[in-house]
């Protein structure tokens, strides 16, 4: 087992991090950038070291520098947390050219699902059902032409996409030319990659991803599956499982699919696929996150689980110690996802407590937010043993949450969690369309 790990990452995921090492007896180093001197990852890890300014492409993402902190600090492994460098197949690789265990899969990996155009022919060979679409595309021309053979509308997707970038939704052919420069521009300068290729867009669907732990010994045991369909912008704002749009029946099928995906992928350590549901009940294979999601809690509560603990173990060499027939979800997990609109200092910071109650964040009162990195301040998370106790739980926590100073999206969460589609169970990822909250 590892006894120093370095944390590549910051904000709550860091702290989440830092968190299973101390309590799995290992040492942790953070790097912070200027703007977070103050930050509350870099006081409670054993060790910090700032790596650069206060852009993220000179500090979080600027892999030499993090490289040489793990090396002079004598950090044998590296988590990636999510974001940033976790799904870089070149940051993975050069962590194992200096000798340096990249907690999560191989480069190899990283790289062949990361291309969602070799991921879908991966798929499609192994007998995973894909969403109706294309190959990468030359040009728009040849975007529109394919388009009117698949039939409108369609979505314009970028191969190396992530993180709702390089997607646009296109109606009529009069659309594409735009639609198809505008996605392939936007995937260029976030992914250095501008490739993209097409997809049916499927109208009225559930997003449902399925947790997945794989070993070394090629086992894969499944989390069950989380509902992510209420999304704004692709974005994900709320999570939870199990899915009140997916049967037991169905649930053994998604996870019976997820785990022929890893095994075709030949994946190791924690990972997540994610699947379009429409009404029938046909489910497609969308894209594999190779890396932790924000949303993993609500599975670790479900399950029992730790997944970051043996996200550490497996990148050590050490087997699952349980078995699929071993995983039973049990009770409901809600996660809120709770998102700054405007930087400043928090001036007071109220977190709910109870059973099964708690609050994932870096906040702490005077704290200044800096504006350089991802909106989200962090994750109200609340279990309970059925989904109507689990709604008004997460109901009464984020009506207790107070985070002043900084303008945020809570009474607008409160908004969802209280709609009548929400609490049926009855929405998808067009949700937002749709929803207008009371006064």
Known sequence: MFTKILIAN??????RVIRACKEMGISTVAVY??????????????????????KAEDSYLHQERILSAALLTGAQAIHPGYGFLAENAEFAGQCRQHGIVFIGPSAEVISQMGDKDCARRLMEE????????????KNWQEARKKADEIGYPVLIKASAGGGGKGIRLVNS???????????????????????VYLEKYLDRVKHIEVQLLADETGQVVCLGERECSIQRNNQKLIE??????????????????????????????????????????NFYFMEMNTRLQVEH???????GVDIVKWQIRIAAGVPLDFTQEDIEVTGAAIECRVNALSAGKVEFLHTPGGPWVRFDTFLYQGYEIPPYYDSMLGKMIVYSSTRE???????????????DGVKNNIEDQIAIIRDESFRQGDYYTDFLRYFEPAE
């Open 10 to 15: 910051r904000g709550e995921i860091a702290i």
């Open 33 to 54: 950038s200027e703007a977070d001197r103050d930050s509350l990852h870099a006081a409670l890890a054993d060790q910090a070291v700032c790596i650069g300014d206060i």
């Open 126 to 137: 192994n007998g995973v059902p894909v969403v109706p679409g294309t190959g990468l595309l």
């Open 173 to 195: 052919s009069e659309e594409l030319e735009q639609a198809f420069e505008t996605a392939s521009g936007e995937a260029e300068k976030a992914f250095g990659d501008g490739r």
């Open 240 to 281: 939870e499982s199990p899915s009140p749009g997916v049967s037991d029946t169905l649930r053994k099928k998604l996870i019976e699919t997820a785990a022929k995906a890893a095994k075709a992928a030949g994946y190791v350590n924690a990972g997540t696929v994610e699947f379009l549901l429409d009404r029938d009940e």
């Open 297 to 303: 809690p609500v599975s670790e509560l479900v399950t």
């Open 389 to 403: 106790e689990a709604i008004r739980k997460m109901q009464a926590a984020m009506c207790e949450l107070i985070v």
